[in-house]
């Protein structure tokens, strides 16, 4: 006997499998039909409330559905059944319509959590619900483990990650959420291809763990027999692309950092980059209000949405404030000691926050940011112009060296969006790089690495281009109202559970 499948009532439903086998009817077909979903056949029939007959028993449709709930009632059966379509659907039969011989073992052998294939005509019942009257019933695949109970439903958070599969039969919902992901990625890829961009792929592992301030994972390479990280960005790839002559370049696919878990962040993530050629870091901007108008469009949302405690505005143009302007207008800090390390230091202690020891200038102000400004970006706000220390793939503003032409996009108090012009002087690049390295070897584990080979791209001549990159999680979950970025993510990172025998393993050690 299989392991997995040991309490009782696993056990009897195996039994009813093996019934259904004796019988000649396999309890695991694979020829289905059907013609129509539950949600199709609503609509379809639902002129039927206004005939006097309310059936047509002349038309008939083939479903096929989760069974949800049954209701034994002698010689006769009210179930609902449930599909794709996340609707649940009233279907009905009696001893008279299957025969005696095959309700009798439909009586003995259904269980909810079966799904099955009826056909029937619809129609009306009494009681108002649009329904289908069943003439033929199979079984096409026998569940061994029962849902959870009805009432209860499936509560527990943990169990619903793990078991997605289970989370999705037991919560429409959930199934709706992510149907609705799919198609914020179909509209996101369609925009860009409408207007010129080019897909790509590019590698998953990179010999050089570079494109952002990020710890990566690390694994092996066999037949190459080197060490490769999983890429924590495609930047410096796709910004290949443009050297090599491509004018506007997007690529929608995973990223790996290896860090900590919460609310809006997992190791393992989606997000969209983008390269455009001759385009500057203004232009990205108006292009991010401008998908955002076609995302609310197609997606038929209204200009203010819910999300968390907050409701969002998009009826207004994004507001522009720039990084230094954003500490002193909404972090209420003094303009004054801005350009002190030490005073920006006691700050931020004298206010009960940690700070690391030997960061930058630019560092610094960021810590600001982040404990004084960033939980207050509500409706969505462009940050302009950072510290260039901060920005090590930004191009410099021509009107102050110490200025990247850089925007992030906060909304809901989160960050959504990073863009800048994209540095295209290989020595300054170079240089950037160097500085990295000075302080990863100060203790700065997310640094970036020096790249000679994008160096060399560059030197071939890297066209004035803007870049930018966009999370596609924490998109969806701000579309789609959902508090946690694993609500949006299918599988998301999950601590491994301890079995019984690393339990004893642990107890002996």
Do not use: C
């Amino acid at each position: 006997m299989i392991l997995i499948f040991t309490n009782q009532l696993e056990l009897q439903r195996i039994e009813k499998a093996n019934a259904l086998k004796a019988i000649g009817k396999n309890p695991y077909t694979h020829y289905t039909t059907r013609d129509i979903n539950a949600a199709e056949f609503k609509k379809k029939f639902h002129y039927l409330y206004d005939l006097e007959d309310k059936k047509e028993s002349g038309s008939t449709v083939t479903l096929i559905g989760r069974v949800k709930f049954l209701r034994w009632m002698g010689k006769a059966v009210f179930a609902k059944i449930e599909d794709e379509s996340n609707e649940a659907l009233q279907i009905y039969f009696n001893k008279e319509g299957l025969g005696d011989e095959w309700f009798e073992h439909i009586k003995k052998l259904l269980d909810v959590g079966d799904i099955i294939q009826t056909k029937g005509y619809p129609f009306v019942t009494k009681t108002g619900e649009l329904s289908l009257h069943v003439i033929t019933l199979e079984i096409a695949t026998k569940s061994i483990t029962p849902l959870p109970e009805k009432f209860h439903g499936l509560q527990d958070k943990e169990l619903r990650y793990r078991q997605r599969y289970l989370d999705m039969i037991m919560n429409p919902e959930v199934k709706q959420t992510f149907q609705t992901r799919s198609k914020i990625v179909s509209l996101i890829r369609r925009f860009f291809e409408e207007r010129g961009f080019l897909e790509v792929e590019t590698p998953m592992m990179h010999p050089i763990a570079g494109g952002a301030n990020a710890k990566p994972f690390v694994t092996f390479h066999n037949a190459l027999g080197v060490e490769r990280y999983l890429r924590i960005a495609p930047e410096l790839y796709l910004k290949r692309l443009i050297v090599g002559g491509f004018d506007a370049v997007f690529e929608i696919n995973r990223n790996f950092r290896n860090e900590g878990l919460d609310a809006t962040h997992n190791p393992e993530f989606t997000s969209i980059e983008f390269y455009w050629a001759h385009h500057n870091y203004k232009d990205l901007m108006d292009l991010n209000e401008e998908l955002f108008g076609v995302l609310f469009e197609k997606l038929n949302l209204p200009k203010q949405i819910p999300f968390n405690d907050n409701i969002i505005d998009f009826s207004k143009p994004f507001e522009k404030i720039s990084f230094k302007e954003s500490l002193v207008k909404i972090g209420g800090i003094d303009e004054s000691i801005l350009s002190d390390k030490k005073a920006i230091e006691s700050k931020l202690k004298k206010d009960g926050f940690d700070v690391k020891p030997n960061l930058n200038l630019g560092q610094l102000q960021t810590e600001l940011f982040d404990n004084y400004v960033e939980k207050k970006l509500i409706n969505p706000t462009f940050i302009i112009d950072y510290p260039i220390e901060i920005s090590p793939l930004s191009r410099k503003s021509d009107e102050n060296s110490q200025i990247a032409e850089r925007f992030e996009l906060f909304i809901a108090g989160y960050e959504f969006a990073n863009g800048f012009n994209e540095l295209n002087d290989p020595i300054d690049q170079y240089n950037r790089f160097a500085a990295q390295l000075e302080a990863k070897a100060a203790g700065d584990d997310e640094a970036h690495e020096m790249d000679e080979d994008y160096i060399r791209a560059l030197g071939y001549g890297f066209a004035p281009t803007a870049g930018e990159g966009l999370g596609i999680d924490r998109l969806v979950m701000l579309l789609t109202n959902q508090p946690s970025v694993r609500d949006v993510i299918l599988f998301p990172a999950m601590k491994q559970l301890k079995t019984d025998k690393q339990d004893d393993e642990g107890e002996n050690e």
